[in-house]
């Protein structure tokens, strides 16, 4: 049994892939086209439960030919990707990148990507550009879906009587409820995994079992069909990275591709007409491939170019997966389609299962190899080296346990009481080798404690930082300092990015925002105003416990990974400065050197840059070896070569102060 061919669907799925496309290459105007991918599995739990429910009531169902169409519908043009990506992926990508390409691989073929970018990256963050099987999480809740739908409908009809709206509608409120809690709360787990998403798919079941029905005439459908239109496009234009996603959010477009589909069952509307339009329907009907290939053509190119697409590129990217797209369409995808697609039902179940354990153990083999770094030079390894500075190891020797959990003992290897306390981000992490060298000179021990992506602030949080873990983090240090014998702390954080909210560059990024109690907006000047309590805040907090503060000022940032633009540089036979001008670095942190300069009463100011920026231009490489593991944290060797700017902290740390600047 099949479900009746619906023209405006096809349409519909035109709808949806058109904005996730220009979404994803930065098209200005289409803020919030991720919501296409709701639009998707709204349609394609309609269709699957249309098709299940008809063939369970003409008692047809077989699990068998299920998974079949499933195989021949999903499978060809996936692993088609897989195979394609892997090569390029071995012959473009640096180690560290072609080693989490291989995780993802593998996570890929076994349907469970979504688990693995949920563990690892967020969807909106700039490092995903670098991921060019990121998109596939939505078919691994897909393929996740049908795995325990078929069966729990014919739980339904066998033991339950078939009161599928009743039971969907218990689940769709529980998804619901747990994706508008945990849209704040644990933003990736909502984002990336099936039980906050699986609420969208009911939301197509629904209708597919006639729980929600036509308006009794046209101009009832002709109404409900626009108001979904709307609500979709107002989605895609109104919505941003910055929108607390799925949750309730996610209801506005997944309502309005629900008003579509129930228009358009007994009516013919001017939504549903223009739907059928035949460009849409084409569109339609390749938008499987054209979302699985226009995302990695942009990662291989973004990467290889190392910079943002200009306006042409992106076009000629975009045109390009349009064509792609109908290439794997009517070669790959089409051969496979139906009961007379190429290979019997043995041969496509041995040849699926083949193309997973041959893509999973690919991906094995290259994780194992840690990128298979003999594809490259003894000169291009020493350059990429420093990546393995950035791996979240914040020890390199002994640590200690305190109430605000592990803390990394530096400085001189002799036992003694900690003097000092380096306090912050991941930028204190990788300034810790620079201060533990000049504290060993003198004969000094100290701890750091570090939270990536926590400033250290009291009293306030990052808000793409779950469950106040920020906040929390810094109460449990300040609480360790008032109780400990440290005479000195040492802030270090990323300044710059906590009070401007973007990342040096621009480009692709969800935006940070602080919050503290009396917080009422999101916005920079709110985080200016935030950050300005919450120094002062914590600066008193230190000095009335009599701890002499030390602020280390921000680190210069590099709009790209250093380590792998020295690399290709290298390859390509080129010798070009990318640091950024002094100018420029200036620019980007005016408010906090304006803000340091203006309270150097309170505290002791350090400032790397006058060391990383000696001229017109900030230096990225020194006798050959980068100052930086990627764009914006110091390598192991670019630390130490700061440590003559802590050496009078400790030459004086009992008897001289540092110079107030």
Known sequence: MSVPYRRDVDGLRAIAIIPVVLYHYGVAGFSGGYVGVDVFFVISGFLITSLIHGEIKAQEFSFLHFYERRIRRIFP??????????ALAFTEFFPSTFSNYAKSMVATGGFLSNVEFWRETDYFNAAADQRPLLHTWSLAVEEQFYLVFPPFMMLISRFLKGRYTAVFLLIFAGSLALSVQDASSAPYFAFYLLPARIWELLLGALIAVGTLTPAPNVIGDTALAALGAGMIAAAVVLFTSETPFPGAAALLPCLGAGFIIVAGR???????????????????????????????????????????????????????????????????EQPFRGRRGILTRPALFATAGTAMAVSMGFGTAVYISHGVPQRFSPQTLALLAP?????????????????????????????????????????????????????????YSGLSVDLSGCPPLAGVNRTDSPNLQCRRHNDLVLAYLRSAHIGTVILVSRWSINIEGVRYGGGRGRRIFLEEDDSRIRSVEENRRVFARAFARTVEALRSSGHRVIVVGPVPEIEFSVPETLARNLSRGKSEEFGPTLTAFETRNKFVLDYFRGHAHEAEFLYPHRLLCPEKRCAVERDGKPLYADDNHLSHFGAESLSVLFEPLFAGMRTMPIERK
């Open 266 to 332: 007994t009516s013919v509307t001017p939504v549903s007409r223009l739907l059928s339009w035949n460009p849409l329907v084409f569109i339609g009907k390749i938008s499987y491939s054209l979302y699985l290939w226009h995302w990695p053509l942009y990662v291989f190119a973004k990467y290889r170019l190392a910079r943002e697409l200009t306006a042409p590129e992106t076009t000629a990217l975009i045109a390009l997966s349009a064509i792609v797209a109908v290439l794997s369409w009517r070669y790959v």
């Open 387 to 443: 990546i393995a500075d950035t791996s979240g190891k914040s020890c390199r020797g002994e640590s200690e346990q305190t109430i605000a959990g592990p803390m990394c003992r530096i400085g001189s290897p002799v036992p003694e009481r900690p003097t000092f306390l380096i306090w912050g981000d991941s930028h204190a992490r990788a300034l810790m080798p620079a201060v533990a060298k000049a504290a060993e000179r003198f004969g």
């Open 77 to 86: 043009a996936l692993f088609a990707l897989l195979f394609v990506t892997g």
